[in-house]
């Protein structure tokens, strides 16, 4: 009765390879007649046999069958390039934002230790400068009270001498 067809493939093995032909792939789809019938219709496949347990082709059916999988492999693949080639864009563009992150960083990081030590070395002139006021002031502080103490000796010699020579002239004015 099924002499003269090629291939006789048994519905899960069917269904198992062209599912993809009359289902959606994520869809479970049972073993069947109705099922591999359907996919035969599909595709628009005649003059065949589905039998209880197989499907009965002849070579040119399975070629048919197959050109209809390689043109769904050739879509999947040309899908799978623009995904993949999308993915591979965001990936890139991405990486030149972190880039462009990392670069903004050392710039606003050294441009930040610019300000510090410039920051730093105007700090430390004011600290210089009011050491050298307080320096300044001190030693005139100091200058002043030798200053005094110098002058307070020196009166005090000058008393001592105004004293002896108006005692010296007394004394040389009593003898005479």
């Given at each position: ?27 479970y ?25 197989k ?76 050491a ?42 009593k003898?005479?």
């Open positions: 009765f099924y002499q003269g067809f090629s291939h006789r493939i048994t519905f899960e093995d069917f269904i198992q390879r062209f599912k993809v032909i009359g289902f959606s792939l994520s869809q789809v049972a073993p069947t007649s109705a099922n591999c019938s359907q996919i035969l219709k599909h595709i628009g496949i005649q003059n065949c046999e589905v039998g209880k347990t499907v009965f082709l002849k070579y040119h059916h399975i070629e048919k069958l197959w050109r209809t999988l390689n043109t769904y492999h050739t879509c999947a693949i040309k899908i799978q390039k623009i995904v993949r080639g999308m993915l591979g864009r965001q990936e890139t563009e991405r990486l030149r934002e972190q880039q462009k992150q990392a670069a903004a960083t050392k710039i606003q990081s050294a441009f930040r230790g610019f300000l510090a030590r410039q920051n730093y070395k105007r700090t430390v002139q004011r600290r210089v400068k009011a050298i006021i307080i320096q300044a002031g001190l030693r005139g502080y100091l200058a002043r009270v030798a200053h005094k103490k110098h002058f307070a000796r020196c009166m005090a010699a000058v008393t001592i001498q105004k004293c002896l020579r108006g005692y010296l002239v007394r004394v040389a004015h003898k005479h």
